[in-house]
């Protein structure tokens, strides 16, 4: 096992390694910004390093900064969580070659899924089913319509080194084919570096279904179920669940069986999540894969009462996964909301001081936060402030807990989406599991 880690991350998430370390009984380091001096990640490691200025750019992203605090305290492992380096193959590699063991799958896997056309087609070959599109567009724009007129309209075009939302243009008409590869390639240059973009049949209100995947470095690999997160705004999701309403058993066999198939045919390793959109009929299509960690995976930890972060420490340090896919059972039902520091009206992100925090507890409640009295919401980071996470026997009863446990969490001080949350849990169509991505639009 690891002899020391470094958590190259803040906030929740580093606090939630952190557990996971505490158990395993792996000493940590933490690294944090001049902002974060504060912080619990700090409170809770066994050693901190300061990494530099609250600018996350020359701190949590800064590779020098954080490779030296790994060389000074002699970690053997560093877990990225998600978000800053989590998908950096660069930083992936550098560990390597620093002889540190990155928590997650190699630099070539990342850098793979990290070009979403790669993607597509790699996972294409390893048999899963793909909306109708195209590949990286390289050719000539008379050949471009010829290709978008293949697609088929409405289309979408959509950045290689996407995800997020940021680079995509959905197209109504051949007319306005031209303008929209054009502001796709740009803001994809703009925000990624690469203008590099594709196409894909456009579906109207799809449901985004993601599978969990678990898979160790001698070939196992298994499933976890799905998590719905339909509920997003503006390609931030706010509630996720487990499992999805639309799901049967012999859905989520017929799948699973893909997503463990197609894993082992690319080899990957570590934690990964298989992303599919799901169209009105209920036909299924993989859009992406993320090779991290993600926000959402408490949903997936409360139905199969697994450890995922446990896991990805144990299977990144050569330990076998040690069970098989019938080991795994699925009990009752988990919905998380997010819990953003932002206006109510606007959406804006409300920092400053929390001036009173108590979260709930009682049966069948989770909270994740790296929140406290007197916690400064800082303007550099993201506005996530806690992870509320229910489960019952059933969606009703997760349901139950959720809305009471929304009701008595107190944070005071800042303006948080506690009150939005609430809106959409006790909305006939939400409570009737009947959403699409377009559900908050609407509401
Ligand atoms: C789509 C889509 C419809 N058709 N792909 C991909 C990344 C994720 N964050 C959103 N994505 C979507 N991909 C095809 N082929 C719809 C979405 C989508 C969306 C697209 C445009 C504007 C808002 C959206 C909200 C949710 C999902």
């Known amino acids: 096992m690891f002899q020391k880690l470094l958590v190259a991350n803040r906030g929740e998430i580093a606090l939630r390694i952190i557990c996971a370390c505490k158990e395993l009984q792996i000493p940590t380091v933490a690294v944090y910004s001049d902002a974060d001096r504060d912080s619990l990640h700090v409170r809770f490691s066994d050693e901190a390093v300061c990494i530099g200025p609250a600018r996350s750019q020359e701190s949590y992203l800064n590779i020098p900064s954080i490779i030296s605090a790994a060389e000074i ?7 990225p969580g998600y978000g800053y380096l989590a998908e950096n193959a660069y930083f992936a590699e550098v560990c390597d070659s620093c002889g540190i063991k990155f928590i997650g799958p190699s630099a070539p896997t990342i850098e793979l899924m990290g070009d979403k056309a790669r993607a597509r087609e790699s996972m294409n070959q390893a048999g899963l089913p793909l909306i109708p599109g195209s590949g990286v567009l390289k050719e000539t724009d008379e050949q471009i319509e010829e290709i978008a007129r293949k697609v088929g309209y409405p289309l979408i075009v959509k950045a290689v080194a996407g995800g997020g939302g940021r680079g995509m243009r959905v197209v109504n008409r051949p007319d306005q084919l031209h303008e929209a590869l054009a502001m796709a390639q740009a803001e994809a ?15 109207d209100n799809p449901r985004h279904v993601e599978f969990q995947i678990l898979a160790d470095e001698f070939g196992n690999v298994v499933h976890l179920g799905e998590r719905e997160c339909s509920i997003q705004r503006r390609h931030q999701k706010l509630i996720e669940e487990s499992p999805s309403p639309i799901m049967t058993d012999e859905l989520r066999r017929e799948i699973g069986d893909k997503v463990v198939q197609a894993s ?10 298989i992303e599919f959109l799901f169209d009105q009929k209920g036909h299924y299509y993989f859009i992406e894969m993320n090779t991290r960690i993600q926000v959402e995976h408490p949903v997936t930890e409360m139905v199969t009462g697994l450890d995922i972060v446990k896991k990805q420490i144990r299977i990144a340090a050569g330990e076998q996964l040690g069970f098989s896919q019938e080991d795994i059972q699925f009990r ?30 009682g049966t069948g409640i989770r909270t994740d936060s790296a929140a406290y009295n007197d916690y400064v919401v800082s303007p550099h980071y993201d506005s996530l402030i806690a992870k509320l996470i229910a489960h019952g026997r059933n969606r009703q009863e997760a349901l139950a807990r959720l809305d009471r446990a929304l009701d008595m969490f107190i944070i005071e001080g800042i303006q948080t989406s506690i009150p939005l949350h609430q809106k959409i849990i006790s909305h006939p169509d939400f409570v009737e599991g009947r959403f699409g991505t377009s559900f908050l639009n609407q509401l």
């Open 73 to 79: 305290t002699n970690v053997d492992s560093i877990h």
């Open 189 to 203: 240059n703009s925000a990624f570096g690469i203008p590099d973009v594709y196409l894909e049949r456009f579906l």
């Open 332 to 361: 009752g039902h988990s919905i998380e909301c997010r819990l953003n520091a932002e206006c109510p009206e606007t959406f804006l992100p409300s920092p400053g001081k929390i001036t009173a925090y108590h979260p709930p507890g």
């Open 264 to 273: 082992q045919a690319i080899n990957y390793q570590n934690a990964g999540t």
